[in-house]
């Protein structure tokens, strides 16, 4: 059974950065796409940002383009969600998901494994 792990929320002023991590146990991270979402209260979850097992086809959604950078290490079975120029807009827990497959997409029915998520709350 996979497990991934998020860590790295916060509280952050606007216009702040923060990054954000999710490590994988097991020995399949590094074949597989990864991707995170995100849901604010009284919303649906949404597709943040997806990336491929080697890093070559990433995705992002619209409303962080530019601001976000998702990455990945597979040494360490972590990727990362760099957040720049954040804002209230922003604020939701965020979940770091596993693909079932080598590419990851918009999707959330292309991922099996989901972390428990972390906090991010963008004041002002």
């Known amino acids: 059974q996979v497990q991934l792990v998020e860590s790295g929320g916060g509280l952050v002023q606007a216009g702040g950065s923060l990054r954000l991590s999710c490590t994988a146990s097991g020995r399949t991270f590094r074949w597989l796409g990864m991707g995170w979402f995100r849901q604010a209260p009284g919303k649906e979850r949404e597709f943040v940002a997806a990336?491929?097992?080697?890093?070559?086809?990433?995705y992002y959604a619209d409303s962080v383009k530019g601001r976000f950078t998702i990455s990945r290490e597979n040494a360490k079975n972590s990727i990362y969600l760099q957040m720049n120029n954040v804002r209230p807009e922003d604020t939701a827990v965020y979940y770091c998901?596993?693909?079932?497959?080598?590419?990851?997409?918009?999707?959330?029915?292309?991922?099996?494994?989901w972390g428990q998520g972390t906090q991010l709350t963008v004041s002002g």
């Open positions: 990336i491929s097992w080697n890093g070559g086809k990433i």
């Open positions: 998901a596993m693909s079932s497959s080598e590419v990851a997409g918009e999707e959330g029915s292309e991922y099996n494994n």
